[in-house]
């Protein structure tokens, strides 16, 4: 059972980029899957969300209308879609899933964080 994160890199201000979350030895439907960040210093915060199979989505106010959250079943995996990338976005990202049957809102699983540098 895994989540690989994978599209970060170093972008110039206004720039773009995709992350992904590709699940392996589990299916994503079922599961709300979520984006993170955690910046030098200061605590992880919540991105953006995406939930079940309707595809209902929640935006930190720091990135709505920016950032766009989608999944692919298919796939099994879930792309976060970065535009006007600014300084402040700089963090290292992480995607981590949480199964719809939990009562809480911890969690099942968390993958490896990419790095996302926004940098003239």
């Known amino acids: 059972v895994q989540l690989q994160a994978s599209g970060g890199g170093l972008v110039q201000p206004g720039g773009s980029l995709r992350l992904s979350c590709a699940a392996s030895?589990?299916?994503?439907?079922?599961?709300?899957i979520g984006w993170f960040r955690q910046a030098p210093g200061k605590e992880r915060e919540g991105v953006s969300f995406?939930?079940?199979?309707?595809?209902?989505?929640y935006y930190a106010d720091s990135v709505k209308g920016r950032f766009t959250i989608s999944r692919d079943n298919a796939k099994n995996t879930v792309y976060l879609q970065m535009n006007s990338l600014n300084p402040d976005d700089t963090a290292v990202y992480y995607c981590?899933?949480?199964?719809?049957?939990?009562?809480?809102?911890?969690?099942?699983?968390w993958g490896q964080g990419t790095q996302v540098t926004v940098s003239s």
């Open positions: 030895g589990f299916n994503l439907d079922g599961y709300a």
């Open positions: 981590a899933a949480r199964s719809l049957k939990r009562p809480d809102l911890i969690p099942d699983y």
């Open positions: 995406i939930t079940g199979s309707a595809g209902s989505t």
